[in-house]
Structure formats: C-alpha cells, structure tokens
C-alpha cells in the first residue's frame, strides 16, 4: 500500500526557517517523482516544487530563492527546506507523488495520484 506522511510543520516568524519532511512507503521510490503542494483558506492547491526521478527540480516562481526540494533515496523520505518565510507561505503543505520518472508538468496538480494528509505552515509577521 503506497503511503506519503508529512512532518515538520509548524509556527515560525517571517524571515525564520522551517524544514518539512514526507516519508514515502510501498513505493519503488527511485522511479517516482514526488512534489510539494500547498493550499491556504478559500484558495486553490498550488504546486510549490518538484523533484524527478534523476533530481531534476521546478519551483513556483513565489518560491524560488528561497525554498529547496531535495530527497534521500536511501531512506525513502522527501524534504523541503523553507528559507525566508513569508507569511503568505502560510497554508497546508502536501507531499505528492506518482509513479512515474519524469512529467511534463511537474506542477501541476493532477499529474499526481498519491497525497500525504498535510502539515500545517504557518508563518506570523
């Protein structure tokens, strides 16, 4: 059974640091490419990053500079280290994934099958 948890979340000030993790289970990890969604109150899921499975990253445009996907493939465990929060970072972060080693829009929403439940970002100014 294929399964993504998320941890890591929490309360951080604006210009702080917070590193959030996802451990993926039942999965051939090394062929899937995972990502980070987030979605705030009354807005859409919004891709954040992604990550291929030879490494290859995207980022949203409000995200570059300051947030870096990076996985273990070792320990089957997905991160994203947030650098210079902002409080419209504040939102629910999901880890996705699907079980494909490249895609075309690594992005977008529907290109992935597989959703953790979530962790709380929230980010106070």
């Known amino acids: 059974q294929v399964q993504l948890v998320e941890s890591g979340g929490g309360s951080v000030q604006s210009g702080g640091s917070l590193r959030l993790s996802c451990a993926a289970s039942?999965?051939?990890?090394?062929?899937?490419?995972m990502a980070w969604f987030r979605q705030a109150p009354g807005k859409e899921r919004e891709g954040v990053a992604a990550?291929?499975?030879?490494?290859?990253?995207s980022y949203a445009d409000s995200v570059k500079g300051r947030f870096t996907i990076s996985r273990d493939s070792a320990m089957n465990m997905l991160y994203l280290q947030m650098d210079s929060v902002k409080p419209e970072d504040s939102a629910m972060y999901y880890c996705a994934a699907v079980s494909l080693r490249y895609i075309a829009q690594p992005l977008g929403r529907y290109q992935y099958n597989v959703w953790g439940q979530g962790t709380q970002v929230t980010v106070s100014s």
């Open positions: 039942g999965y051939t990890y090394r062929r899937i490419s």
């Open positions: 990550i291929d499975s030879d490494g290859s990253t």
